[in-house]
Nanobody, 124 residues
Framework: QVHLVESGGGLVQAGASLTLSCQDS????????MGWFRQAPGQERTFVAT????????YLPNSLKGRFTISRDNAKNTLYLQMNDLTPDDTAVYYC?????????????????WGPGTQVTVSS
């Protein structure tokens, strides 16, 4: 069973950094490919990053590479998203998700388990 809860969101100024966490209270965290998605106001949810079960492989869109980093600590059942040089365009609700499918996944429909989300607001 997977139960995900995000934390670490908040209100920051442009240029700041923020690290989001996603805690899984289940016992199978290390067997899931994990991902981060975000949904800005009035927009559809979009892909942010994904990471393999072991953490050895990651994938992010080119638009976020260099600013965002995804990582995980399987001993702590925790997924992270390090976000640097934030801009108002990064304002969104950020969701973590888990999938039992093999390989890195960037499509929302491929993820079976979702957290409730955490709000990130970046002021100019």
């Amino acid at each position: 069973q997977v139960h995900l809860v995000e934390s670490g969101g908040g209100l920051v100024q442009a240029g700041a950094s923020l690290t989001l966490s996603c805690q899984d209270s289940g016992r199978t965290f290390s067997t899931y490919v994990m991902g981060w998605f975000r949904q800005a106001p009035g927009q559809e949810r979009t892909f942010v990053a994904t990471i393999s079960e072991s953490g050895s492989e990651t994938y992010l869109p080119n638009s976020l590479k260099g600013r965002f980093t995804i990582s995980r600590d399987n001993a702590k059942n925790t997924l992270y998203l390090q976000m640097n040089d934030l801009t108002p365009d990064d304002t969104a609700v950020y969701y973590c998700a888990a999938t039992g499918r093999y390989g890195l996944r960037a499509l929302e429909r491929e993820y079976a388990y979702w957290g409730p989300g955490t709000q990130v607001t970046v002021s100019s």
